[in-house]
């Protein structure tokens, strides 16, 4: 005969202060593990978002991002007579020569200089990136020395917001617009001329690498293999949005020490279930005694002992939800160890998240609560009754 499940919840509600205490262990586990997870969420997802499905980035043979990838021009004039490249609506073709490096900004309160990403890229590179909008100001004039800086770059640097001059290359540039891409990484970077930044760092033959549109899926494979294959060409080619998904690496190893010191820290909450549930065994003698007087089982014993074990974690999962819950949309940022800058993005809690640290938590009340539960189902009646 099973226990209701009311007796366990007057049983965790008669001993509240116990109760808080050993949630709160379990919940600042959760939190940990929750926090790292929305972490690296916010970093995947904020690289899923970026590119168009059917864009090709073509880099040279060998390069692991387009700052250290050398593209010339006499290349990307030999690219544009591929077939399987789109145009646009006026017959343009969709492709666009670029040029990649970093510059330095200075963070606030006088706490060091980061890199970012500056973009030298063409109208059809702009074109081609329909996630982005301006949010503020207007776009980069070409031959002018202006740029636009990513909408997360504005709000981490005072120096990158509407209005400012930053100093970079043969002299200052105005920052006359801000855009926005969404959750994407554009939001990272400042996009420029491609002809005037090209010119200030004396890079006007050879750049960094092309970003090209496949009139289709078929194509996009077709023209992937096309440009691998070419001996003129020595480059590699892969979508964008394939390139982007590899920068999650750069979260590695924060993802590898937030496990370790999640597992860490679920094993003293276990303990610590552990202890607590031993603790009520040991002071409900009596109670097991009469329920097993009252006819119900060792096996109904166990599974209450277990459930009640398995609720206090539960409520303890919630609570670290809700611990770390504030982050949630919150703007961070990390070093690549691909492009070498920094990557600005969100945390981002999802229900999957969510989901996977109360089933942590459970899985420690699991842990914690079965050989308490064992031992209370063990107990033979006269010496439960005499232990009351």
């Not at 009139?215 to 394939?242: C, H, K, W, Y």
């Amino acid at each position: 005969m099973a226990i209701p499940i009311a007796y366990n919840l007057r049983n965790l509600a008669v001993r509240k202060t116990t109760t808080l205490m050993t949630a709160l262990g379990v919940a600042l586990t959760v939190a940990v593990l929750v926090g790292v997870l929305a972490l690296v969420e916010g970093l995947r997802t904020s690289f899923v978002a970026t590119g168009h499905p059917l864009n090709v980035l073509v880099m040279r043979k060998g390069s692991t991002a387009e700052l250290t990838s050398n593209f010339n021009r006499t290349s990307y004039q030999d690219l544009r007579g591929i077939s399987g490249i789109a145009r646009n609506a006026a017959g343009e073709m969709m492709a666009s020569l670029e040029m990649v490096t970093v510059i330095l900004l200075d963070q606030e309160a006088n706490s060091g200089t980061i890199n970012v990403t500056l973009r030298g890229v063409t109208p059809a590179g702009l074109e081609m990136r329909e996630v982005l909008r301006l949010a503020q100001g207007h776009m980069f004039r070409p031959g002018q020395r202006e740029v636009v800086a990513g909408k997360s770059i504005a709000e981490r640097y005072p120096e990158a917001r509407l209005g400012r001059k930053l100093r970079f290359g043969r002299g200052e540039w105005e920052v006359v617009g801000v855009m926005d891409g969404g959750r994407s990484a554009y939001n990272s970077e400042i996009f420029a001329d491609l002809n005037q930044v090209s010119s200030d760092y004396n890079r006007s033959e050879v750049l960094s690498s092309a970003l090209v549109r496949a009139t289709d899926e078929v194509a996009r494979q077709a023209l992937i293999n096309r440009l691998e294959g070419d001996p003129r060409f020595n480059v590699m080619a892969q979508t964008e949005r394939s390139y982007y998904e590899a920068q999650t690496s750069s979260a590695l190893p924060i993802q590898i020490l937030g496990y370790f010191i999640a597992v860490v820290m679920a094993i003293g909450s276990s303990f610590a279930a552990m202890n607590t549930m031993y603790a009520a065994v040991a002071r409900r003698g009596a109670e097991i005694g009469t329920l097993r007087v009252l006819g119900f089982s060792r096996g109904g014993i166990l599974l209450s002992f277990l459930l009640e074990s398995l609720l206090l974690s539960a409520l303890g999962g919630v609570l670290g939800c809700l611990l770390v819950w504030p982050l949630n949309n919150i703007s961070t940022g990390i070093g690549s160890f691909v492009t070498f800058a920094e990557i600005v993005f969100n945390f981002n809690i999802t229900p999957r998240i969510m989901g996977i640290g109360v089933g942590f938590a459970l899985l420690m009340g699991a842990l914690g609560g079965f050989f308490p539960a064992r031992m209370a189902a063990r107990k033979e009646i006269l010496t439960a009754l005499r232990e009351g």
